[in-house]
């Protein structure tokens, strides 16, 4: 049987390797929705938006999963620590967590510049619904009342 440590070792390894799959999965739907504000299409981007809740909870969880193990090792939860698990690993296993590590790093970036992007989509997007129903009154023309 594997030691407490190895065990929180293995845990926090193993979900980098599931949060990879999730954050690209993450990044197809974020992607799609770009497209979604162009079209207009309320129902897809509600069944969009619904596709993503549970991938984000799920990531969450596993956020909280490795920020757990962390404590329970002792260590801040910081990249330094980060990097003293994956220097406890074997070298082979190091070598394959670290460049996993990063690819999750990118997928993460990746998937912040899209949800920006479409932050800003939908404040324009909310923004032109707002104009379009309640068109603001800068004339000079004469009202009669």
Same mark, same amino acid.
């Given at each position: ?41 309320? &129902? ?20 909280? &999963? ?75 023309? &004469?009202?009669?009342?």
């Amino acid at each position: 049987m594997a030691s407490p440590t190895s065990q929180l070792i293995q845990t926090f390894v193993k979900t980098i390797a599931v949060d990879i799959k999730l954050y690209q999965e993450l990044l197809r739907l974020l992607q799609e929705q770009a497209s979604i504000y162009l079209t207009f299409d309320s &129902e897809a981007l509600n069944s969009n938006i619904a596709k993503q809740m549970p991938i984000l909870n799920q990531l969450g969880t596993h956020a909280t &999963e490795r920020s757990l193990c962390m404590r329970k090792l002792h260590l801040p939860t910081n990249e330094q620590s980060v990097q003293r698990i994956f220097n406890a690993l074997p070298a082979k296993l190091n070598v394959q967590a670290r460049a996993q590590w990063n690819t999750l790093e990118g997928l993460i970036k990746q998937c912040q510049t899209f949800n920006q992007r479409n932050g800003q989509s939908s404040a324009a997007f909310h923004e032109l619904m707002s104009q379009l129903k309640h068109p603001v009154q800068h004339t000079y023309e &004469e009202h009669t009342f």
